[in-house]
């Protein structure tokens, strides 16, 4: 179940990697993928909520009713988090690309010990 | 200064908000907010971490990220007037389907192939014709990426003679036992007038044959017979105002010819008309897309991380 939405995006890939450490709002979503790509990744918000809109449409992730505290944060942030389906699917798609990596390393297309 | 109240952080929002009004509407109405959200807190941090150049260099950021997600969305968006232009082919292609085809049975009317091959045009042959070009025109709008072209086209004919030939042997049934329900002293002839020529069941054999050409495997047969068999009771009540118009004007002078063929037309065209939506759902609303704005769908909680 799942792999009718494989192979993901960019945008959608890395979206859907943060949200499986936990709900986060939508420049939430763009620092981490800054973050965990080392800045090689980065969106801006149209692309951010474009990719958004089109993972909440297919299922993938859902709006949390969940509100920040007034006193911390804007509570009119929406924050987003990932679906059951979305969790499957992000494991098709992790699965599918470790075949991937595993092929170039075996062909020594890319440093064996850089994985 | 480390605030967004100075001139420069205050001019991007505005300009941001200009920005956002080029997206498409549902757009902007399901995410405006949280997409200038998302903007504010990228304006603060490049204005905290490096003054006006980072607002500066922000903007070299952000221009080429709007330009790219706005094509993304119009060009969705016009994937949906697609939608509607796939409605607007599909009604013209039942309507070209049946006039042609009673283009074509009239032809050979008139040039007597019927009496050459001694055959009685009543018979179905003529609505043979229909089938084939209603199967023809058909198969154009759905292309190859929906149907099997040539099976669809030989599964239209088939179900549109069994479809006749089960309304024939009905009727001979009905004869057979003195049972005439629709004879012309009933007060069903009127009321029920549709059910005389059992378009229903036409609908329904057709609907059932074309089944058997879709590529997608999740398109239900008893769902696209009974969208077929609708779609032939609503033409064939719709289609008795223009019946009696074309009657009335070929018997003032109006080409026969051109008068039956208009009238197939019209015929065919609210069979489209009773079967557009259905299909749109059938090819395209897999899985349904929420209008902007609706509940999401529920899936099972997900533990939270």
């Known amino acids: 179940?799942?792999?009718?939405?494989?192979?993901?995006?960019?945008?959608?890939?890395?979206?859907?990697?943060?949200?499986?450490?936990?709900?986060?709002?939508?420049?939430?979503?763009?620092?981490?993928?800054?973050?965990?790509?080392?800045?090689?990744?980065?969106?801006g918000p149209g692309t951010l909520y474009t990719s958004i809109k089109r993972l909440l449409t297919s299922g993938l992730i859902e709006e949390s009713a969940n509100r920040p505290d007034p006193k911390l944060d804007d509570e009119r942030r929406r924050y987003y988090r990932l679906s059951a389906l979305g969790r499957k699917v992000l494991t098709a798609e992790s699965e599918r690309l470790s075949v991937l990596l595993r092929y170039a390393r075996d062909h020594r297309i890319i440093n064996p010990k850089a994985i | 200064m480390n605030t967004l109240s100075a001139q420069p952080g205050l001019w991007s929002i505005r300009c941001y908000r200009w920005l956002l009004w080029l997206y498409p509407s549902s757009f902007v109405k399901e995410l405006g907010d949280s997409v200038e959200q998302a903007f504010r807190d990228m304006l603060r941090d490049a204005y905290q971490k490096h003054g006006y150049l980072g607002i500066a260099l922000l903007w070299f950021r952000i221009v080429p990220d709007f330009v790219f997600s706005a094509?993304?969305?119009?060009?969705?968006?016009?994937?949906?007037?697609?939608?509607?232009?796939?409605?607007?082919?599909?009604?013209?292609?039942?309507?070209?389907?049946?006039?042609?085809?009673?283009?074509?049975?009239?032809?050979?009317?008139?040039?007597?192939?019927?009496?050459?091959?001694?055959?009685?045009?009543?018979?179905?042959?003529?609505?043979?014709?229909?089938?084939?070009?209603?199967?023809?025109?058909?198969?154009?709008?759905?292309?190859?990426?929906?149907?099997?072209?040539?099976?669809?086209?030989?599964?239209?004919?088939?179900?549109?003679?069994?479809?006749?030939l089960g309304t024939r042997l009905i009727t001979s049934a009905l004869s057979f036992l003195a049972m005439e329900p629709f004879s012309p002293d009933k007060w069903l002839t009127w009321t029920l007038r549709p059910l005389v020529t059992l378009l229903p069941l036409v609908g329904a054999a057709i609907g059932f044959a074309q089944w058997f050409a879709f590529r997608q495997k999740d398109v239900r047969a008893?769902?696209?017979?009974?969208?077929?068999?609708?779609?032939?009771?609503?033409?064939?009540?719709?289609?008795?105002?223009?019946?009696?118009?074309?009657?009335?004007?070929?018997?003032?002078?109006?080409?026969?010819?051109?008068?039956?063929?208009?009238?197939?037309?019209?015929?065919?065209?609210?069979?489209?008309?009773?079967?557009?939506?259905?299909?749109?759902?059938?090819?395209?609303?897999?899985?349904s897309e929420p209008e902007p704005g609706a509940p999401l769908k529920s899936f099972p909680k997900e533990k939270s991380a």
């Open chain 1, 1 to 43: 179940m799942g792999k009718e939405f494989l192979p993901l995006n960019h945008a959608d890939l890395h979206i859907l990697l943060v949200l499986a450490d936990g709900e986060r709002h939508g420049y939430g979503i763009m620092s981490d993928v800054e973050e965990i790509t080392g800045g090689s990744t980065t969106f």
């Open chain 2, 71 to 164: 094509v993304e969305l119009m060009t969705s968006a016009a994937g949906d007037y697609l939608k509607w232009y796939f409605r607007l082919r599909w009604v013209l292609a039942c309507a070209l389907g049946f006039g042609a085809g009673a283009l074509a049975a009239m032809a050979l009317r008139s040039a007597g192939f019927f009496d050459y091959l001694g055959i009685n045009p009543n018979l179905g042959l003529a609505g043979l014709l229909v089938w084939i070009g209603l199967g023809v025109f058909q198969s154009q709008v759905l292309t190859s990426q929906f149907c099997h072209r040539a099976r669809w086209v030989g599964l239209t004919i088939l179900g549109g003679v069994l479809g006749m």
């Open chain 2, 222 to 287: 008893f769902h696209w017979s009974l969208v077929c068999s609708f779609g032939a009771y609503l033409s064939g009540w719709l289609v008795l105002p223009f019946s009696a118009a074309m009657t009335f004007a070929i018997g003032n002078g109006f080409d026969e010819v051109m008068g039956t063929v208009l009238h197939n037309a019209i015929a065919g065209a609210l069979f489209g008309l009773g079967t557009a939506g259905p299909l749109k759902g059938i090819l395209w609303g897999q899985p």
